[in-house]
T-cell receptor, first 113, second 110 residues
Framework: NAGVTQTPKFRVLKTGQSMTLLCAQD?????MYWYRQDPGMGLRLIHY???????AKGEVPDGYNVSRLKKQNFLLGLESAAPSQTSVYFC????????????FGPGTRLTVL | DAKTTQPPSMDCAEGRAANLPCNHS???????VYWYRQIHSQGPQYIIH???NNETNEMASLIITEDRKSSTLILPHATLRDTAVYYC???????????FGRGTSLIVHP
């Protein structure tokens, strides 16, 4: 049972390049989330999904797109990376019930030059 | 959505109890109080949660006031490895989408 995994762990992009971050969970969780964390800040929700085939915007969705084609995977895309997207990205998952806990991945450290 | 207020930083001596407060004065009846912690550069880790009653597990105790407007996370015997940022979160009613603030940075010193 790997829990929540994220790929890649580190990435450096040039401004304007695109990339996709992959989050995978093997706990059969309905909910999945993408957060970003900037230095000295808490986690800010980018997008989330309440089930396969569904996505919704969080607090800071601009510049990102997501897809949840399979229940176990949640992809975060940057179509045209900007230096302001330099951050650490965390994925999380949780069961659908209200009395739940979130399980977080180890994070992806992204630098946009 | 109920918001939370936490002190930005605290410190504690190793071996002593660490008591981390959280104010959530606008909490509604069906909202849970959750605590997570984040050790440097790692993903946040669940600690404990509760609705009305006090809760205890192998990591910590959670004390929720009777009016539910505040809570305290207690680490009974803090160790250096408990140095982390601690987040108090109240789950939004009905949508289960938690919002993380800046949390409390706890430093445990020898």
């Amino acid at each position: 049972n790997a829990g929540v995994t994220q790929t890649p762990k580190f990435r450096v992009l040039k401004t304007g390049q695109s990339m996709t971050l992959l989050c995978a969970q093997d706990m059969n969780h309905e909910y999945m989330y993408w957060y970003r964390q900037d230095p000295g800040m808490g986690l800010r929700l980018i997008h989330y999904s309440v089930g396969e085939g569904t996505t919704a915007k969080g607090e800071v969705p601009d510049g990102y797109n997501v897809s949840r084609l399979k229940k176990q995977n949640f992809l975060l895309g940057l179509e045209s990376a900007a230096p302001s997207q330099t951050s650490v990205y965390f994925c999380a998952s949780s069961p659908w019930t209200g009395d739940y806990e979130q399980f977080f991945g180890p994070g992806t450290r992204l630098t946009v030059l | 959505d109920a918001k939370t207020t936490q002190p930005p930083s605290m410190d504690c001596a190793e071996g002593r109890a660490a008591n981390l407060p959280c104010n959530h004065s606008t909490i509604s009846g069906n909202e849970y109080v959750y605590w997570y912690r984040q050790i440097h550069s790692q993903g946040p880790q669940y600690i404990i949660h509760g609705l009305k009653n006090n809760e205890t597990n192998e990591m910590a105790s959670l004390i929720i006031t009777e009016d539910r407007k505040s809570s305290t996370l207690i680490l009974p015997h803090a160790t250096l490895r408990d140095t982390a940022v601690y987040y108090c979160i109240v789950t939004p009613g009905g949508s289960y989408i938690p919002t993380f603030g800046r949390g409390t940075s706890l430093i445990v010193h020898p």
